[in-house]
């Protein structure tokens, strides 16, 4: 007797295997997350259910995904009129009636992430960053300034995830006497999947020190829109008058109020309302990967470069092409939020992230990002903005830029300072020896004068005295086994460092 494989089935029974199959698995899932459900308290049951059933609808969506999330073929530029330079909107209009602008607008940042990758404990927002000014710090000030000049009353909003909530709240404290209303929201808390049964590794939603921490995960930033509404936000923000947030990185420094993008925003007509804004900014090398904005079945859509197929990377990477990514500073209507929201209408692709946990558990993150909604509003359009408004901080060398003498710092925004002959920044590239954040600062007695700086290359074990200046091309290598001092009041210009240089107490 012969076995029956699923080589000998025809493309009807195959594809009937395959739903069935799919099924399966969501019923399978369902049952475990109803037995995760049972062990949470009341307190915690309703947040928790909202939880799963956006896990669900995310699971049921990775189930269906075959192959690349969209044909190459299909792909063409946007329309002129869908992505606008930004000097024409600065162009547009004399900026009157601010406050009345402002009062319509709220900010959120986006706060969920850890240091983990410059080697801190706790929320990325807290690392200090200028004067000791943290990313929270320097966010505050921004806002409470334009409240201030303008006489106006724009919130901020701070979306924490489950690993970033307490410890933020606890900081936020030092700001209880201050006029600027801060709200949090969390993102949703999602259970991590056995790669190979695709059921949850959890077996408690209580999260402790131990390993069950591992089996949880916030998932992604494309969560805002659920986590806003789940939380009673969206309705008290739609009820206090305000009509778009302002959302972005908390760790883009560059990504402060824009009076003009808002202007466009508030005047115009309604048949002709944009719902939707990404500020995108022209691509270099160093930003090959980003997510640009293409045409795509009548519809402007975010492409990232986990949606290409393979064979089309190196095109997806090309400046010449794709000229544009994403920013991930983003305007959107309150309104069309909830209403995308009530029509479940907000089309978000799955993003697979496959992990290795400690022990060698392979399992799978399903995650979604915030802009690749941009398909499902409205007249949505891109804005070209100048870099200086992407200005992120994911490594100590870009904390070094920002750190240093190039930026002039002023009620709580970044500006390149005006003594930089050249409107770019310089090329840094620092070597493991300065990537977590505290050993970074322990090898300058003072951040160097970089004002005529165009690259920096450092590798191994080099330290900085005081008031060192670096101008042009400087590459400083000290082998294996070597140290590299250099000494306070150094003037390095297109200068090649190498060896061993020791400055000695005498």
Known sequence: MSTLTVADLSAGAMTEFQEKLRKQHEESMCCELDELLATAGDAHA???????????????????????????????????????????????????????????????????????????????????????????????????????????????????????????????????????????????????????????IAKS????????????????????????????????????????????????????????????????????????????????RADVKGGTLIQYEDHLRLLEIAQVPKAHVDEFKSVTKFKIFNTNNLWISLSAVKRLLDNNAIDLDVIVNYKTLEGGLNVIQLETAVGAAIKSFRNAMGVNVPRSRFLPVKTSADLLLVMSNLYSLDAGSLTMSQKR????????????????????????????????????TVAGDVTFGKNVSLKGTVIIIANHGDRIDIPAGAMLQNKIVSGNLRILDH
């Open 46 to 200: 309703q947040s928790c259910k909202n939880d799963f059933d956006g896990f669900k609808r995310l699971f049921h969506r990775f189930l269906q995904v075959k192959g690349p999330a969209v044909d190459w073929a299909k792909i063409s530029r946007p329309p002129k009129d869908t992505i606008v330079a930004y000097e024409e909107i600065r162009a547009e209009h004399q900026l009157r009636d601010v406050a009345s602008c402002l009062n319509k607008l709220a900010v959120v940042k986006l706060n969920g992430g850890l240091g983990t990758s410059m080697g801190c404990k706790g929320p990325k927002s807290l690392i200090s960053v200028r004067n000791e000014n943290t990313f929270l710090d320097l966010t505050v000030k921004q806002i409470e300034h334009l409240n201030k000049t303008y006489d106006a009353d724009v919130p901020l909003l701070l979306m924490n995830s489950f690993n970033t909530d307490q410890e933020t709240k606890k900081i936020l404290q030092k700001y209880k006497h201050h006029r600027l209303k801060i709200h949090t929201f969390n993102q949703s808390r999602y259970p991590r999947i056995n790669k190979e049964s695709l059921l949850p």
């Open 421 to 456: 002959e050249f409107p770019t920044t310089p090329h840094v590239k620092l070597g493991s020896c300065f990537a977590k954040v505290q050993e970074f600062l322990s090898r300058f007695d003072s951040i160097p004068d970089m004002l005529e700086l165009d690259h920096l």
């Open 205 to 284: 939603l209580h999260v402790s020190a131990d390993s069950t921490a591992e089996a949880w995960y916030p998932p992604g930033h494309g969560d805002i829109y659920a986590s806003l509404a789940n939380s009673g936000l969206l309705d008290h923000l739609l009820d206090e008058g305000k009509e778009y947030v302002f959302v972005s990185n908390i760790d883009n420094l560059g990504a402060t109020v824009d009076l003009h993008i808002l202007r466009r925003l508030i005047n115009q007509s309604p048949d002709r309302r944009c719902e939707f804004i990404m500020e995108v900014t022209d691509k270099t």
